[in-house]
């Protein structure tokens, strides 16, 4: 890692809220989305960032609401971080 100038990130993602129905006649919610209950949404990420000086590449686990349908509860992600 060290000799290719590669970083180790660790993170995690957490959100807490409620929406009100109020105004959800304002706004289309796509099919997939769900609202939190009574316990926040979290995940968890461990990466590899500056490959190639611009590349990263996440793993990443769902922490908190793994029982819904269609849920995926690991997943790759890869980014691009172009600066000037």
């Known amino acids: 890692f060290k000799k290719l100038k590669w970083r180790e990130v660790v993170?995690?993602?957490?959100?807490?809220?409620?929406?009100?129905?109020?105004?959800?006649?304002?706004?289309?919610?796509?099919?997939?989305?769900?609202?939190?209950?009574?316990?926040?949404?979290?995940?968890?990420?461990v990466g590899i960032e500056n490959i190639f000086?611009?590349?990263?590449i996440d793993a990443m686990w769902r922490l908190s609401y793994r029982d819904k349908i269609n849920a995926r509860n690991f997943g790759l992600f890869i980014g691009f971080n172009i600066q000037f």
């Not at 009100?20 to 995940?43: I, Q, W």
């Open 11 to 45: 993170g995690l993602n957490a959100i807490y809220g409620t929406l009100d129905l109020d105004n959800s006649n304002e706004f289309v919610l796509p099919a997939r989305t769900f609202s939190l209950e009574e316990k926040p949404f979290a995940e968890a990420y």
């Open 53 to 56: 000086r611009f590349v990263r």
